[in-house]
């Protein structure tokens, strides 16, 4: 009877596919098309995007009155304050054209590393940023689904309010299914940069043998330090959710070699590299390492970078595309 029960749901999921219409931002288009081909159950849709004499977006939604009664998804990038508000005008736009539902995916949630006061007068932006979301206004199939991958700190789905449905996916699986194509996955070990790292993502990487690297101030210096694992003889991987200027991952590879690695790759979620500190990584500006990083991947939620990266070794990038067109069926 449970086989049989369990075969009805399989069915009635198989079924119950939904036709996506996907609109995006400008810098979205590469990844949106990717998306699309994955599934033909997702149409691509397009927004003119333009702006008036004083700066200010002027912008149109195409064939708006074709959209309704359908499932609807917007495909974001707030890689900068200056093309949120056009953004954010447009999603809170869609739901109120009598969509079935609406889906908002942002890959990347910038603001997450401000999550948290030190001292008084600090302003946590990253609770402004969750309640800017939580007010997207519900559509006439219920709240927004909000997609958002590696989210800097688990807490921060507590920021959000109750008109949005937060979805936190991750970008792991796609890490996993790449180690696992290596001529000596064998010999993989990841590493974390510091505890914070350990906790996010340990449970998901539960099958290799880890590394747990953590900061210890001296003086006025944080200096990197090996907490506990073996790194010798191994091809280490340092995980983490986002790099910005990449210190921490160089003093942390040093620290690798220096107990014996064989060779340290780096993988994150986020690439956000502002000022070109990608640059750093590169084999001929690896700034006087005897290695340079073996492999450095990162996902497509940074468009910028992906494409100021691009045949630039040692760089390869997993695309979100089909973890996202499988978000969109949820």
Not at 290 to 302: P, V
């Amino acid at each position: 009877m449970e086989n049989n029960n369990n075969k009805d749901l399989g069915e009635l999921k198989s079924t119950s596919k939904k036709q996506v219409l996907l609109f995006y931002c400008v810098e979205c288009e590469e990844l949106a098309r990717k998306v699309a081909a994955q599934s033909q159950l997702i149409t691509l849709q397009s927004i003119n995007w333009r702006s008036f004499d004083d700066g200010f977006p002027n912008l149109y939604i195409n064939n708006a009155h074709d959209i309704r009664g359908q499932h609807v998804a917007f495909l974001a990038s707030f890689s900068s304050p200056a093309v949120i508000f056009e953004q954010l005008s447009v999603i809170y736009s869609l739901p109120r054209l009598f969509v079935a539902s609406f889906t908002l995916v942002l890959p990347f949630f910038p603001t997450g590393s401000f999550e948290r006061m030190e001292e008084e007068g600090d302003v946590a932006t990253a609770f402004t940023m969750a309640r800017i979301l939580s007010n997207i206004p519900i559509s006439r199939g219920g709240p927004t689904s909000v997609v958002i991958y590696d989210i800097h700190a688990l807490q921060e789905r507590f920021y959000f309010g109750d008109h949005v449905l937060p979805l936190f996916e991750t970008g792991i699986p796609l890490l996993k299914q790449r180690l696992h194509q290596l001529p000596d996955a064998d010999k993989i070990v990841v590493a974390f940069p510091d505890d914070g790292a350990w906790k996010r993502f340990h449970k998901l990487l539960d099958h290799f043998p880890t590394v747990i690297c953590t900061k210890v101030r001296e003086g006025d210096k944080r200096i990197v330090r090996l907490k506990e694992g073996n790194p010798a003889d191994c091809h280490v991987v340092i995980v983490d959710d986002l790099v910005q200027s990449g210190g921490t991952l160089i003093e942390c590879q040093k620290v690798l070699l220096a107990h014996g690695a064989a060779k340290v790759s780096a993988y994150v979620t986020h690439g956000v590299f502002p000022k070109r500190s990608w640059e750093r990584f590169t084999r001929k500006n690896d700034e006087g390492s005897e290695k340079g990083f073996a492999y450095f991947w990162i996902t497509d939620s940074c468009p910028h970078t992906v494409k100021a990266i691009e045949n630039t070794a040692p760089f390869e990038v997993l695309s979100l595309a089909g973890s996202i067109a499988d978000a969109l069926q949820i």
